[in-house]
C-alpha cells in the first residue's frame, strides 16, 4: 500500500480538527488515575476513539496507536501507522490551563510524514508534511536565530511520577540546575507537543523532554525538523521514535545544549 502524503496530511488535520471541537466544548467526564499522579478522562478516551473511528472510515488498512490503549488500537502490519495523543498535558486540561493539544502523526516505517496538532484554547492549529515545511494556522513558520544559551528560552519536560521517579528526576533536577545557570529562562509546559511546535514557530528556543513517548513527540518532531530547528536524543545521536529522549533546539544553539545536557549525564536515564 502506497498513500499520497498532501490527502493523508488533509484527513490527519480533518481528524484532529474533531478531537480539537471535542477538547473545546465537552468536560473532562471521570477523572480516573493510570499511576501514581497520572491521570486519565472519559474525554481522552472519546476523543481517541472519534478519532480513530474517522481515520478508519477516510483511510482504511492504517495501523493505529494511541496513548489511551483500552482495546482500540491496531496492529495490522502496514508500514503506515498513525499515531494519536488525545489530550497532551491532560493535568492541565483537568486545572483548567490552556497549555493542552490533540496531537496526531502519520509514520511510515515508525519515521512521521505527517504531523497534525490542534491547541483550541488558544486557538492554534498547526501542521506539517515531509518536505513541505512547517506551518501555524496557515503561516509559514520557522526555528528562532538565537545564537546563545544566554539569549535562549528553553522548556523542559514534566518531573516523572509514578514508579522509579525519585531516580529519574535526580537527572531531570540535574538539568534545570544547568540550564537554570546558562540559558535566559527556564519553562516547565506541561504538553510536549507545545514544547516542539513552539521551538518550530520560535517563540521558544530549545526544549528538553527527557522522555520519548511516541504519542507525545511524533508529530512535534517533524514540526520542528520542517521549521528548521534541529531534533536529537540527549545524547547527541539522531532522534527516533526509539531514541531514548528528545532534544529540540534552533541549529545556533543545539551543539551548546548537548554539550550541557552530556554534562548532567553520569549513568544513562531511559526516561
Known sequence: ????????????????????????????????????????????????????????????????????????????????????????????????????????????????????IGAPFLSLEYHASTGEGAFCNGRRITASATKTLSNAIVSIGDYAVGAGAAAKNQRRLAVTAALAEQVERVRMLGSAALDLVWVAEGRIDACVLLSNNPWDVAAGVLLAREAGAVVADSDGSNHTLTSAHTVAANPQISDALLKLLAATDPLPDQG
Open 1 to 116: 500500500m502506497s498513500l499520497e502524503v498532501a490527502a493523508m496530511l488533509d484527513v490527519a488535520r480533518a481528524a484532529v480538527a474533531r478531537g480539537c471541537e471535542l477538547l473545546r466544548t465537552a468536560g473532562p467526564g471521570e477523572v480516573r488515575s493510570k499511576d501514581d499522579r497520572d491521570f486519565v478522562t472519559d474525554l481522552d478516551v472519546r476523543i481517541q476513539n472519534t478519532v480513530r473511528q474517522y481515520l478508519e472510515n477516510a483511510a482504511a488498512g492504517v495501523d493505529f496507536l494511541g496513548e489511551e490503549a483500552d482495546g482500540t488500537d491496531t496492529a495490522g502490519g502496514s508500514r503506515y501507522r498513525w499515531i494519536l495523543d488525545p489530550i497532551d498535558g491532560t493535568s492541565n486540561f483537568i486545572h483548567g490551563l490552556p497549555l493542552c493539544a490533540v496531537s496526531l502523526a502519520l509514520t511510515c516505517d515508525d519515521v512521521p510524514i505527517v504531523g497534525v
